[in-house]
Nanobody, 125 residues
Framework: QVQLVESGGGSVQAGGSLRLSCAVS????????MAWFRQAPGKEREGVAA????????YYADFVKGRFTISRDNRRKLLYLEMNSLEPEDTAMYYC??????????????????WGQGTQVSVSS
């Protein structure tokens, strides 16, 4: 069983920054392909960014390109999402996910086997 625990969410004003973290643990917590998703009230969960197991390939949704950066520290089993120039539209619960996606289908929710409980990000105007 693999556990994912997110942290780093909070409330910021538009234009501000946050860094989310996701800690990976468990018996089989190898270096999975991992991603960040988000879900706003009344909306479907959507892919934000993803990263390959070694960190060499990254993928981003168009709406965060140039503002968000995904990275990972495999030695410490941590996944990060650096979020800059935050907008009220970025308000959502943010989830990390592991073991799925793998390339062009990285944003497909159903392909991921492991999910965290989420961390809330609220951006005020």
């Amino acid at each position: 069983q693999v556990q994912l625990v997110e942290s780093g969410g909070g409330s910021v004003q538009a234009g501000g920054s946050l860094r989310l973290s996701c800690a990976v643990s468990g018996y089989n917590s190898r270096n999975y392909f991992m991603a960040w998703f988000r879900q706003a009230p009344g909306k479907e969960r959507e892919g934000v960014a993803a990263i390959s197991s070694g960190g060499g390939n990254t993928y981003y949704a168009d709406f965060v390109k140039g503002r968000f950066t995904i990275s990972r520290d495999n030695r410490r089993k941590l996944l990060y999402l650096e979020m800059n120039s935050l907008e009220p539209e970025d308000t959502a619960m943010y989830y990390c996910a592991a073991d799925g996606g793998y390339g062009d289908v990285w944003s497909e929710v159903a392909r991921y086997n492991y999910w965290g409980q989420g961390t809330q990000v609220s951006v005020s105007s």
